[in-house]
């Protein structure tokens, strides 16, 4: 039997669909990308915004047309707004968390379709985080450890949808992070919504998260086999110096920190519920700056939310200027369903919001620029991640992961680290050349 798949979202739905993997092949299923040959439909769900959920919504009203003509089960997980939830419950024959995805096959079984693994009993299956993932890459994988969220930051849906922070035994992640090095993976992402408040929910009794860095850095140094450990996101409300100061300590733990400032203005901030100041996270920075000053720095930025005016967005401006990002995902403000902000006014049009974007993308670049520059001459070890768009050079990720592409006479594996010389930059990639593995 086939099954079909739909992951819509962020990195947290991709990683919970590397698990339904694994959960369909123990159930002796294939997995097929074309969804009329399948016997099994199902979607991993975003609430972030509304066209994914109408996506949701279009796929199941075809589906249940099919329905007329052959027997299909269909499935919807993931991120669901309790409103969706209730209308998916008329509409699909399974409505699911994503922490049940080890029930599934006794879900399935009610159906009449009987599994090896659907003979079990729950408790015979496990729980979510015992299943072990698919991973869709033979050198980067991604570690959840975490779910859900308790910071409310009032333009987003996620801790009505994922539910409260959750932090999984760190004896499993480490567990799950051992195996990976052994296969060979190079570079792995703990995954969260808030991965820097992990442990926070078990004080005392699990460890805090610069605790859980420090024992994978322990067990990169024990390692013969190199990788780079990233995070994604961290929250600057919890970034304590311990956390940068861990990082700063171990090799594997890679330089680059992807750090949400949102906005640059107080007021905004406060309005959006982050519950810091641009001090504060400048203070973050400072330290970032001082421990590790060859790291790199992410950021989100959202503009044009709820009140923002000429002088607030002067102040995102100026602090991104001042801090000088290496990438920033800037994002038009619109409002989520489900999220406080969704019902307040969202006057400033769609213009203006692509123009204050167009003005912050202008400052990250030349920012990004610069620090690119002073790579020049330089030899920096490279992830190899493919080849260029026209195939005639290598493209690979630096540890801060800027991009660079560089020219070799060998060929070399997507996978595999590589030096390589930095000979250019155009903006905020870098152009380089093979100098040895
Ligand atoms: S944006 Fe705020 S509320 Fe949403 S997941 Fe991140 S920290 Fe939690």
Known sequence: MKYYVLTLGCHMN??????LTTVFTNMGFTRTEQEEEAD??????????????DKVYSRIHLWNKWKKDKSLITFVTGCLLDDDRKKFLKTFDLVFETNDIAGLPEMISQYGVVTPTGLKGHHEQGEFWDINPSYDSKYEAFIPIQNGCDKFCTYCAVPYTRGREVSRPSSEILEELKCLVDKGYKSITLLGQNVNSYGLDKKGEELSFAGLLEEIGKIGEASDDPFWLYFTSPHPRDMTRDVLETMAQYKCLAKQIHLPLQS?????????????TLADYRKIVTNIRELMPEATLFTDIIVG?????????????????EIGYNMAFIACYS????????RWDDKITMDEK??????LSDVFIKSAGRFNEKLIGKTLPVLVTGTSRDGSRLAGLTEGKINIQFSSDKEIKPGSFVNVRVSGSTGISLQGEFSGE
Do not use: W, Y
Request: a positive charge; aromatic letters at 4%.
């Open 14 to 19: 991709m990683s919970d669909s590397e698990r």
């Open 40 to 53: 099994i439909l199902g979607i991993i769900a975003c609430s972030v915004r509304q066209k994914a959920i």
């Open 264 to 276: 640059g203005d107080n007021e905004i901030l406060q309005k959006m519920n982050r519950n810091h």
């Open 305 to 321: 939310f709820t009140g923002e005016e000429g002088d607030h967005f002067e102040n995102t401006r100026r602090a991104m200027e």
């Open 335 to 342: 409002p989520r369903p489900g999220a406080v902000s969704s």
């Open 354 to 359: 692509k123009r204050r974007l167009h003005v």
